[in-house]
């Protein structure tokens, strides 16, 4: 069942240089628990859809639905990460990831349990009680995740969340969240430049073009019974990976050309 539709999205921004459309006549469905990875060249309007889907920026044209009803602002039902930590500094691990239960009502004694789950699902130290400036990157996209996940959202946006990690922290983060998409099967949208990243979390992916962004290329991933190791080691996994890239190159290419044109 669809859980997003995008139709005939229109996005421009207006610059000094003149109009940017970043998206134009832009469709896209997405079924309830897919997790789906978005790929594309830099500046094809990646996180202008997401930030659109997040309710952060009014569209020109076109209509997003999730769970049929129109997207016009933010909501609770959709989540948001960002590769920027985005934490607040003066706020403990504890009250960064009770905060969105907090602004949603969610009282103390039940904001508690959950932030103790949370911690343990993500993997991060129980108490929770520093304070982000006294974390590591990894540990802060932790916190940032559990932040995410403290109102089980329906729709998890997130763009390029691993992105700033090294990366043997990005390794860990995505086994931690594909352990529980895996577990929790919500839906996920996600944006990576990283094309493993893509094949080893995703089961659908979708490759944009150059700008304005459409589809160009969308493929479902077929793991058979193969966990999450055994899979980045298959012959299938290299395939994928191989098609992906062609198709992104030409892409990326494109984007070049039309930046050395311009
Ligand atoms: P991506 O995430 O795919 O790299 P973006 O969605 O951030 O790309 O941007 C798409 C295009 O829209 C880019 O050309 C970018 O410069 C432009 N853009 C994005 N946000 C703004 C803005 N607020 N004002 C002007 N141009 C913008
Ligand atoms: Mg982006």
Request: net charge neutral; hydrophobic share 45%.
């Amino acid at each position: 069942m669809s859980i997003l539709k995008a139709a005939g999205v229109v996005k421009a921004f207006r610059t000094p240089a003149g109009e940017i459309r970043a998206l134009d006549g832009f469709d896209l469905e997405v079924n309830e628990g897919e997790f789906l990875a978005i790929l594309g060249p830099s500046g094809c309007g990646k996180s202008t859809f997401l930030h659109i889907v997040g309710g952060f920026e009014p569209l020109n044209a076109g209509q997003i639905l999730v769970d049929g009803k129109v997207v016009n602002r933010p909501g609770r039902d959709r989540g948001m990460m960002f590769q920027g930590y985005s934490l607040f500094p003066w706020a403990t691990v504890a009250e960064n990831i009770a905060w969105p239960m907090r602004v949603g009502g969610v009282d103390e004694a039940t904001r508690a349990q959950r932030v103790k789950e949370l911690l343990s699902m993500v993997g991060l130290p129980a108490g929770g009680d520093l304070y982000p400036g006294q974390l590591s990157g990894g540990m802060k996209q932790r916190v940032a995740l559990a932040r995410m996940l403290a109102l089980e959202p329906r729709v998890m946006l997130m763009d390029e969340p691993f992105g700033a990690l090294d990366a043997q922290n990005r390794e860990l983060l995505q086994e931690e969240l594909g352990k529980i998409w895996a577990r929790y099967r919500r839906t996920v949208m996600f944006v990576t430049h990283d094309i493993d990243e893509a094949v080893a979390l995703a089961t659908r992916i979708v490759v944009f073009t150059t700008r304005p962004g459409r589809i160009k290329l969308d493929v479902r991933v077929d793991r058979g019974d193969l966990d999450y190791v055994a899979f980045r080691k298959s012959q299938q996994f290299f395939e994928l990976r191989t098609r992906l890239w062609e198709a992104l190159r030409e892409e990326v290419l494109k984007a070049r050309q039309e930046d050395a044109g311009a």
